[in-house]
């Protein structure tokens, strides 16, 4: 089972715009067919995010701050609720559940993952952030592949290679990639390339 959070600007009602981004990989009939896969692709409303972080005002775009003992938002704890019900169902995998958010879907991915951390194989945030200390809870137990563009001023790549280093520093072995020349969309990228899917399903829990 793979859960998606998406970004800031796919937030709403209408239940489309959070497949944005995504949908043409797992629609694609090929990956269909090698990943047979439940994905679950939740929509926060536009009173809502992901994500718990502060924001800030930084002349170095660094602009967001984030609490060790953070409190989910309203939207973040409904799908910490849905998950716990979704693994306890015969038909899920409870080995092999994925999770994948960008820019404030991987935000919250970081945060889920703080909140959850034996729920997940393996884990994609592109474009993320979050507090370091979270990492302590699973950077041994959650495969992370991290990644951001060299030239996002929307959320800067420090915040990823911090998160990365995190995981380095607790015992980890992240997977991190900076992709040059890249601004906010460093998900068109990843989505792009051949691995991403190969490298997050090999994971299983032990």
Known sequence: MHLFLHGIGERGS?????????????????????????????????????????LI???????YKFKKNSIPTKSLSMVISLMDSLVTLDHVNKKRVY????SNGAMGAFEL??????????ATPICGAGHPDWILNYAKKTALWIVHG????TVHPYYSIRMANAVIQAGG?????????????????????????PWIYRHKKK
């Not at 209408?14 to 090698?34: A, E, G, P």
């Not at 930084?58 to 602009?63: I, L, Q, T, V």
């Not at 992240?174 to 051949?194: C, G, M």
Request: avoid cysteine; hydrophobic fraction near 35%; glycine fraction near 2%.
């Open 113 to 122: 993952l703080n909140n959850r951390p034996n729920m997940f194989a393996a």
């Open 173 to 197: 072995s992240p997977k991190l990639t900076l992709y040059n020349n890249v601004k906010h969309n460093s998900w068109l990228n990843i989505f792009r390339d051949p691995r991403f899917l």
């Open 150 to 153: 060299s030239d996002d001023r």
């Open 99 to 102: 999770l994948t958010g960008l």
């Open 14 to 54: 209408d239940n489309k715009k959070q497949l944005t981004y995504i949908n043409k990989v797992f629609s694609n009939k090929r990956n269909r067919k090698k990943f047979p896969v439940i994905v679950i692709f939740p929509q926060a409303p536009l009173t809502d995010s992901w994500s718990s972080r502060i």
């Open 57 to 63: 005002k930084s002349s170095d775009n660094k602009n």
